[in-house]
């Protein structure tokens, strides 16, 4: 029988909770009755929409093994199943994913990615590669924050051979205390860009606030940085301040660690040839674009400090896949013809929207198809937004996308500056534009969805997918 994730003492030690009724073996930890899973520990967390506590009762309903709940409420929600009551929800989630950490001290090798662009892509890349090689326990989907990063940790077997964590931040501040939970062995920051700008003056505060993943470091903790990225030297200053025990760089940079010597771009692969510490390794990387293969020299790079075997993790890369709403390719048919949708619904920044305009650019339509842009405003970017956005239709235009469908108040400035030839539609949101593109979208065409993550990119993903598969499409 699968040794439980907590035991009623740990668990009781940990929160300094107490129980009401007796808790059983706990098998896995969750904040949301739609994903639980039967024999879970139910922690209900406090939001500013929902509040945990309300949905103890659907929690049990689907298998819940306890609850972890506010001592307050344990009088009204004790009928329901077993309970542990603590002063702070929060908090007591926080110090159960201390507590994971450290029963791990001493076996476990353990990573923290952040970034502006490509965190969600390389954690997964270090999941996947990782687990060839080891007991590997990864952040699902982009728990990053101050919920999902002790979430994650809480989930952690105390079995882990290596950790991989994704840490995020929309303020300065976020990501020190995140850091602090995580003690990472290594610190990867993928890349520095404008993002965020609406909660901070300059660039250079952004850089700042992601070096604070550099505290929680172990003493002999090593740092990843691309050797590339515009703010590469403030960002090394910061980790020397920091007294990081080891810098490993990455990029196309003569003086990079882990360097790019060259690359063959392909519509669904990139090759890449690159040198590591002097050792020149060859290795196909299974998802297109320029900033994958940078993400990849890092994720070597991640490999090498973990101590892991490169030769096994090169191999792996051709056999990583983009993740959903981050580059994920689907292609259906229509009277035999194919139309492939890419997928970056997730979010967007001045930089991702670059990069997958460039995937996009680097996937031929078929004969007789388009190349479409659908696009959503790109959020947070302060004063300098709707620059932004219009600074994008040299890039259009160069890139060669045929038809820009848009949506949102940023992008009408790219609506007015893109030149007439390219336009598909306006509207101000993503659910007017749906109808605009399904009436437009034809056999041989590929079609690239992005904006951020308030831009609801995602409904016109969905909505597309359904219109395809009803007119007799196979995916």
Known sequence: MKAPLWTADALLSATSGFSYGSIPPIHGVSIDTRTLEPGDLFVALEGEARDGHDFVHAAFEKGAAAALVHKDQVENLKQ????????????????LGQAARSRLSGHAQIIAVTGSVGKTGTKEALRYILSQQGKCHASVASYNNHFGVPLTLARMPADTRYGVFEVGMNHSGEIMPLSAMIQPDVALITTVEAVHLEHFQTIEDIVKAKAEIFTGLNSDGTAILNRDNAYFSILQDQAKKDSVGHIVTFGSDPLSDIRLRSVTHEAHCSHVAATIF?????????????????????VLAAVFALGADIEAAAKALAEISAPTGRGAK??????????????????????????ALSVLSLTPPEPGGRRIAVLGDMLELGPQSDAFHAGLAPLVESLGVDLVFLCGQHMQHLWETVSNERRGAYSATSKDLTKSLLESVRPGDVVMIKGSLGSRMGLIVSELSKFLNKENSVA
């Open 278 to 298: 002097g050792r020149d390794i060859n290795y196909t990387l299974g998802v297109p674009g320029h900033h994958i293969v940078m993400n990849s020299l890092g």
């Open 330 to 355: 689907s292609v259906y048919r229509i009277g035999g013809r194919p139309i492939t949708v890419l997928d970056e619904s997730y979010n967007a920044s001045p930089a991702s929207m670059r990069a």
């Open 80 to 95: 329901l199943g077993p309970l542990i009551g603590v002063n702070d929800v929060l908090e007591a989630l926080v110090m």
